[in-house]
């Protein structure tokens, strides 16, 4: 130790320094860090000044380490803090809280957006015009330092303030290529969904503020029975913003056009922030009562089966994604929705776990659905196609993009020694002890029918990444743009996603001690003192120690000196010689047998023509047309918007043009509103 | 009931506004008007007398010199330089008109009676009958009659029935609201009446009925 002195005085001399500094000032630095970034390129844009993409991404990375460290510190210390003065917003003054509860929150967001920072660059070298990164860089730094606020803040008008500026910035960040349709429109249904999710938030938290005569989320208690609709709105509002069914509609589409960088903090960490004021308001508020939890059921379970069927049947890489985080989204809020039923019948160890199974899934999920975004985004900028029926091959060329999706749905399959298992096993976990705790008959038996909903999820989770992989990655290229030069090295996307999978698998082995960690904030959320690490008994870490060992050991001993007699050779055709790409399976062919099962809630429809004189054995012409009309867009909000339109066009037949017949419309009006105003 | 003069006045401006619906010959729309109008300023003459607020009189003064002399004056000149006599072609004609007008004037009182005071004990039924019922006749006036001259002095008529109504229920605002009224009643006027030569000018007639382009 002395010599470590000797050689760093003046790193001894900071420690104590390093030692006081306290997490509200590191947040706030944070805060500071991307602000002043969002602030250059508006001077970039006013100026001649031009901003180097490293400057920019150097700035994100130190927000994102400040983060980080401030999580890490926050992680032993709660500590409120806030501005009496300047951010004032009128009903509340800004203050924030950092405890234990938003440690896992903003470490989540400290981690994904370094690895967003880290593969910058590789997206931005592709924008051609100088304000085009202007604004890719604003946006990402608004966003990333609103997603910070909203998870510090302590009451609720901060709390509105900071979620506008974070879902208008990640709006307005989908419309990065602007200049397509289809960007257009995801933009567009993100608002709307956002507008929504705004709307029933600020519903309940005036009720809630009427109700306990405080912005402060620490003042509301939601066991009250008057604080119901406040707390329906509020999850209603949660589940907009997490993607829930049917309010996910918004989801594919945005995630899909955001450019890669952000769709990753998007999936990882936005969607999250909902799962965070819920835990914060229901479940740190006691909310217990029956209907919440019966609608989080419902819309969670529905969310699952509807989101990876849809992800099953997806042709597009990162719309499979987007449902694939419905479907995670739905397992995260049925697990919270077994937290407030376990508090509801007093069950204090199923509570304790089910609860332990949202942070750490919500915490998990962030990585690996950005760690799989990023992939896509990889695999996009090599092929320029998103499209599975034009990928194939991909592994031979890009085989750190191949190691880290395949780590990244080996994690969201829920697979042995990743994090995705630990979390899911929790969830598990806590439905079997519910089943079989004393509990009423109706509740036990909805805690088992959970059970093998999960497991169906899970198996269709397992054929849906089987197949993104499968189809994009393994077999032959099947277009001219997947038969690219291969990858060269680690660039800085591949560096994120390696970060990402490593995060992965150190959590997956070392869950016991990951969990551990969590105890805090589960001691805050129950109000009862467990170790989160005794819930996870399995030896995971050791067990994959000695896997690893023997595996090497039987590399080394058994196959090593084999290795001369391996050749490399194209990809295996069975003998049969050069076969072409289009003899492979299809993404749509390794999907149909079970499209075909759900056929009713899919609305697949598969129209076949075959034509010539002998159609059975001699066909001329064979015609395939696979139509999929997704079930709520079209039968529910198309027919809403539907009648919008036509009452729209109904109405206008009102303004004639005629200066007599408005004339008339005032007159009509005036009266009416005298008569009321006697009347009334 | 006793009639007091002011609402005595009141009431003989609605009488007098109801006749401007009786004919449909400008010169004498025009001269009615006049004399309504001439009834309100002294309604507010009277105020003034009563309740003792001598800027009341500079208003009245104020009434009396613009929608009195100036505006009939301008109007007069507006339609010789147009050449439009007579609004023919009434939606309604002219007699059916007024007795819809009578019709309202009763309306007007029962409405009236449900309106509650605004000033405590000095609050006129009356009064705000007559200014009711002004503010109908000037839509009657606006909505029975196609020449655009007829919508400019039905426009008048309204605003004088919402003046007579501030006036009998608050016994005047202040000053500068209502020098700032007269002098927007002024302009607005004034731009009226040379929006009627262009519209004569591109389109050979003023009959508002065709204009029907008012729409997206």
Known sequence: MAGKVKIFPFVSFMIPYIEAITPSSLFITACVIWSSGAVLTVVSDLTKLRLEDRWMTGLSIAGSLATIIGSIKSYTQTQAFGFSGFPNFGLAPLTCLTDSLSVPFTLLLGLVSLAAALATPSFTHTLATKSQHNHFFRLTFLMLSGILMVLLSANAIAFLVFWEVMSVAAASLITTDHIRHRAQRAAISYMTASRIATALFTAAFLWMQHLSGSFDFSAWHFNDPRALPAAIMLFLGAATKAGLWPMHVYLPQSYAEAPGPAAAILSGVVGKTAIYLLLRLLIQGNCESLPVIYLALALGTVSCVWGVLFALVERDLKRLLAFSSVENMGLIVVALALTMLARHHGLDMVMAIAVTGVLFHAFNHGLFKSLLMLGAASVERATHTRELSQLGGLAKRMPWTMLGFFVGAMSICAMPATNGFASKWLIYQAFFRLACDEAPLFDRAIALAMVGVLAFVGALALACYAKAIGIAFLGRPRSRQAQMPPESGIDNLAAAQILLSCLCILLGTSAGISLSALSPALNLLTQCSNDTGSFFPLAIGQLSLIGVFLTSAIYLIILGPKTKDIRTYITWDCGYGPLSARAEETGSSFSHPIGRIFSQILQLNVETEIQGKDRRHFPEAIRVETKMSPFIETKAYRRFLDVVNWLSLTLTRLQTGSIHVHLLYLFLTMIVLVLLGTTL | ?216
Do not use: C
């Open chain 2, 1 to 216: 009931m006793t009639l007091d003069t002011f609402e005595a006045l009141s009431v003989l401006s609605a009488i007098l506004g109801i006749l401007i619906l009786g004919t449909t010959l400008l010169r004498t729309n025009l001269s009615f008007y006049r004399m309504h109008t001439l009834a309100i300023a002294a309604v507010t003459a009277w105020i003034a007398h009563i309740t003792k607020e001598d800027h009341l009189y500079v208003v009245a003064l104020g009434v009396f010199l613009i929608k009195v002399i100036f505006i009939p004056n301008f109007l007069n000149w507006v339609m010789k330089k147009v050449d439009v006599g007579s609004d023919k072609q009434a939606f309604i004609a002219a007699p059916l008109s007024m007795h819809l007008g009578a019709l309202m004037l009763g309306l007007s009182f029962l409405l009236s009676k449900q309106i509650p005071g605004l000033v405590g004990g000095h609050d006129s039924h009356l009064g705000s009958t007559a200014a009711m019922s002004i503010l109908f006749t000037g839509v009657l006036l606006m909505l029975t009659r196609r020449a655009a001259l007829s919508q400019i002095v039905g426009f008048l008529v309204i605003e004088n029935g919402i003046y007579l109504f501030a006036v009998t229920q608050t016994h005047g605002m202040p000053m500068l609201v209502e020098m700032g009224l007269l002098l927007e009643v002024l302009v607005g006027v004034m731009i009226s009446g040379l929006l009627l030569f262009n519209i004569k000018k591109s389109f050979e007639h003023i009959d508002v009925s065709q204009l029907t382009e008012l729409k997206d």
